[in-house]
Structures are given as structure tokens and as C-alpha cells.
């Protein structure tokens, strides 16, 4: 009995003690709990947070596409702020003043070379220094060496022998100054460009050659710059300088009306300086002939409209001219005459992937020799019919070019141009046998932009030469290096 009495008082000292352990493991693991589920109510309010703020993003993109997809609304008239009251800035616009060839292709837009895409007050010098080297397989007339001018290729054999030469040059090299002021009567814009490539008189020369002296205010401008007439867009990513035979080129002095300016398309209208040349043929030496004197009396009316897309750009263009000369002479036949030039030219640039960009033209005319890129004589002499007063007339040449070219961006700095472009003459009937009558070029290049201001690359290049009737052609190959370095400075100017 004795023994069953301790026995008892063990087990109830063994059952206090785990009772008394029990109750204070609940006790202490009370808060524990309480942090556990607390933390659990916290981790649900953040989610349900997220996922307020994400269905609150999801509003905004769906606001922000909405408005990028509706069309733009008309500008509000600008309204005088009140007296004491502060001006709200607005974003500076940019203008473009059309100049120069595209520097090379890439994702962004590019501005061309020469071009006024300057904020307000703004004046920028810039240009480039340029070195030319190559060997020309062939022969070409000894003052276009470094050029592919087919209509300066041989029109006999060996009349600029011996073939195969080096040539080296920095006639490339630029500078121009360009601005921006904005006036009451509109942007102030204005460019003037010169490089040390020689032409005409100073052809074959390294001196400064004038390019752009041209100004506008709001839709008027006024200066030498590019034809109304032409597309610089088309001008291919090259380093031959002259560029694609069958492109209309020509920077003329002008004055100039732009009614429509917009991004989505613009309208052009101008006056430019008339000009143009005459082939006497095989009368050459006719004493008839020898006081007959040119007469412009009336300026080039030139124009185009172009439309701008996503796509590309589409621009049609057109020119109507009077060309005219006189007999100075007391002879009793006259010769007096004009013929009314006119053309069409149609170009673009067609985006056909993000790397890579399609610039095509094709232009016809009559009598527009002086607007292209790479041809002789605007006028040319034909034989009247027998028994006719007079045996010969200066009729208006038939023309046509074609350019297309692909350029396509490789990489950040790797491009590449590679096309052709052809120019066609219809002769007359009088012209000498070894005039020029077709013109093919083309080119190939792979060009490298250490960074962005410099460039260096080859190039092959061709040129093809086709007489009017004696049947000579020449062909001729050269491969062509160049090193380009770019520089650019911009300075605030004062409002006027």
C-alpha cells in the first residue's frame, strides 16, 4: 500500500510537470502565431496592391495608344498671354531647308548633309574633310580623273591613253554655315556651303566651288540651292562623287514658293535661271552658224509635290522652258528659233525592312540635258527636208534616266550601296557619228563607321560609253578608297 501510495505521487508530480510545460509552450507560442498570420495579411495586401497598380498601367498604355492613333487636331491660334502672366514654353520645332545627300542609312532619320534641321536661334558650322584615292583601270578626260562622268569617257580609241592610273584627291572636303531664327513673318533659314571641288573653267582643279547660298522666310525662299526639279532623297550612300548618270542634279539660283510644308507631304513651286547648250553637228564650221547667239527670255518654271508615309516618300516633279537663239548676223537667211523644253521626274524611297532602303527615279524630257546629273547638249541640229529654205533646225533632244539603287545598313557600323543608272539621248540626224549617246554606271561598296563622325571604305565602279552612230563603246573599271572625318558646331543666336 505503501508503494502504490508513491507510485501515485510520481506519476502526479510527472503530470504536473508536463502540464505545466504544455501550458507554457502554449503561452509562448501564442505571439509566434500571431506574427506568422500577420505576416500572411501583409503579404496578401501588398499582392492585392500590384495588382491595383498594374490594372491601373494597363488604363494608361490603353489612353496613350488611343491618343497616338487619333489624328493630330489643328493648332491652336497662338494667344498673347496676359499682362503679369508667364509664357508656356512650347517643344522648338525642328525646319529642314533641302540640301545634301543622306550621310548613310540606319533606323533613325538621318539629316542631310547641308540640311537646316537646327532649333531656333541656332547657328552650326560643319563639313568634313575628305580623301579620295583610287585606281582607275581605263581612260577618262584627264580633268574629271577622279569621277565616273560617261559622257567624259573616250569617243575614239586611246584619246586619253595610257590606261590604267592613280589618282588621289581632297576635292570632296566641305564647309557650310547654316540657322535658324524664328521672326513674326515666319522662320528665318538660311545656308551657304562651298567645297574645293572644281567645275567648268576650273575643272580638274582643287579650289572652292560655291554649293548653296540660299535663304527663306516662312514659305519664300530665295538663292542658289537644289532644283525645284530634282530629288537629292535619290542620291545613293557612295563615295564617287559625281553620282548615278541618269539622276537629275543641279543646284540652280531661284525663288521659290513652298505652300505646303508638312510632314505628311509638301508642294513646291519655283523660278529658276534658264541656261542651256546647242550641238551644231556636222555644220559645225558653217559660217551661217558662226553668230548665232543664245536667248533666254523667260525663266524655268519648275515645281513637284511629294508625299511622305511610313513606306517611303513618293515625289513628282516637272520643269517647262523656253529655249531660244538668235542671228546676229546681216545674213539674209534667219535663223532665229526656240524650242520649249519639258520634263517629268518621278522618285522615291521605298523602306523595305528596317536595314534596308530602295531610292529609284525615273525622269523623260525633251530638251533638259542641263538638269541631269551627267549629260551633253540640250539642243541638238537636225536636216529640214530637201528644197527647204533653210537646210537645218535646232530641234529639243530627247532624254531619259533611270537610277536604282539599294541601301542597306549591315550593322551599327557597316553599310553598304550597291545599283545602277542609265541615261539615254535620242540624237537627232545631223549630230557627228562619235556623239555621246548612252551612259550606264554602277557602283558597289562596303563602307565602315568606326563612330559616327568618321568613315572609311571601297567602292568599285563602272562607266559605259556609247557613241551615236560609229558604233565605239568604252568601258571603264576602277576600285576607289575614302577616308571622311565630319565635325559640327552649334552656337544660341539672338531672336529678331
Known amino acids: 500500500m505503501r508503494h502504490a501510495i508513491r507510485v501515485t505521487r510520481k506519476a502526479a508530480f510527472l503530470f504536473a510537470v508536463l502540464t505545466t510545460a504544455a501550458v507554457w509552450s502554449s503561452v509562448t507560442a501564442q505571439p509566434a502565431q500571431a506574427q506568422s498570420q500577420d505576416r500572411q495579411k501583409e503579404i496578401q495586401q501588398l499582392k492585392d496592391e500590384l495588382q491595383q497598380m498594374e490594372q491601373t498601367m494597363g488604363e494608361v498604355k490603353a489612353r496613350i495608344n488611343a491618343l497616338e492613333t487619333a489624328p493630330s487636331p489643328s493648332a491652336a491660334p497662338a494667344q498673347r498671354p496676359a499682362k503679369g502672366q508667364k509664357t508656356v514654353e512650347q517643344p522648338e520645332p525642328l525646319i529642314a531647308v533641302p540640301s545634301e545627300a543622306i550621310i548613310r542609312p540606319q533606323a533613325d532619320p538621318v539629316p542631310l548633309e547641308g540640311e537646316i534641321t537646327e532649333k531656333p536661334d541656332t547657328v552650326s558650322f560643319y563639313g568634313f574633310a575628305m580623301l579620295d584615292s583610287g585606281y582607275d583601270f581605263g581612260q577618262i578626260d584627264p580633268n574629271w580623273f577622279d569621277v565616273v562622268r560617261p559622257t567624259k569617257l573616250p569617243s575614239f580609241t586611246n584619246q586619253f591613253a595610257p590606261s590604267g592610273n592613280v589618282y588621289a584627291g581632297v576635292r570632296q572636303t566641305r564647309f557650310g554655315v547654316k540657322s535658324s531664327s524664328p521672326t513674326k513673318l515666319g522662320d528665318l533659314n538660311t545656308v551657304f556651303e562651298f567645297e574645293l571641288f572644281g567645275t567648268g573653267v576650273d575643272a580638274g582643279q582643287t579650289t572652292f566651288r560655291l554649293r548653296h547660298a540660299y535663304g527663306e522666310l516662312g514659305p519664300v525662299g530665295g538663292g542658289q540651292t537644289w532644283s525645284a526639279f530634282m530629288d537629292i532623297g535619290v542620291f545613293p550612300n557612295t563615295i564617287e562623287y559625281w553620282g548615278p548618270t541618269g539622276m537629275v542634279f543641279f543646284r540652280n539660283v531661284q525663288m521659290r514658293w513652298m505652300p505646303v510644308r508638312k510632314k505628311s507631304g509638301s508642294v513646291t513651286i519655283a523660278l529658276e535661271r534658264p541656261g542651256a547648250s546647242g550641238d551644231q553637228g556636222v555644220y559645225a564650221d558653217r559660217i551661217e552658224l558662226s553668230n548665232i547667239t543664245p536667248r533666254f527670255n523667260f525663266p524655268d518654271l519648275t515645281g513637284n509635290a511629294r508625299i511622305d508615309r511610313n513606306w517611303g516618300y513618293l515625289q513628282a516633279a516637272g520643269i517647262v522652258r523656253k529655249i531660244g537663239w538668235v542671228d546676229t548676223s546681216a545674213n539674209t537667211t534667219n535663223l532665229n528659233g526656240s524650242v520649249v523644253g519639258w520634263g517629268i521626274n518621278l522618285t522615291s524611297n521605298l523602306n523595305l525592312s528596317k536595314n534596308n532602303v530602295a531610292k529609284l527615279e525615273f525622269v523623260y524630257g525633251r530638251g533638259i540635258e542641263n538638269y541631269m546629273n551627267d549629260a551633253p ?120
Not at 541638238?380 to 533632244?397: E, R
Not at 557600323?413 to 555621246?436: C, M, P, Q, R
Not at 568599285?460 to 565635325?487: H, L, P, T
Request: hydrophobic fraction near 35%.
Open 377 to 496: 547638249f540640250d539642243v541638238g541640229i537636225a536636216n529640214n527636208p530637201p528644197n527647204s529654205k533653210v537646210p537645218f533646225k535646232g530641234v529639243a533632244l530627247p532624254v531619259y534616266g533611270v537610277v536604282a539603287f539599294l541601301d542597306h545598313t549591315w550593322s551599327e557600323h557597316f553599310t553598304s550601296s550597291a545599283g545602277y543608272s542609265l541615261l539615254d539621248i535620242v540624237n537627232s540626224n545631223a549630230e557627228k557619228v562619235s556623239d555621246f549617246h548612252k551612259g550606264d554606271y554602277a557602283i558597289a561598296n562596303l563602307l565602315y563607321h568606326p563612330i559616327p563622325k568618321v568613315m572609311m571604305g571601297g567602292e568599285f565602279q563602272y562607266g559605259r560609253r556609247e557613241n551615236f552612230r560609229d558604233g565605239f563603246n568604252y568601258n571603264d573599271y576602277r576600285v576607289q578608297f575614302s577616308f571622311k572625318y565630319d565635325w559640327d558646331k552649334s552656337f544660341k543666336s539672338p531672336s529678331f
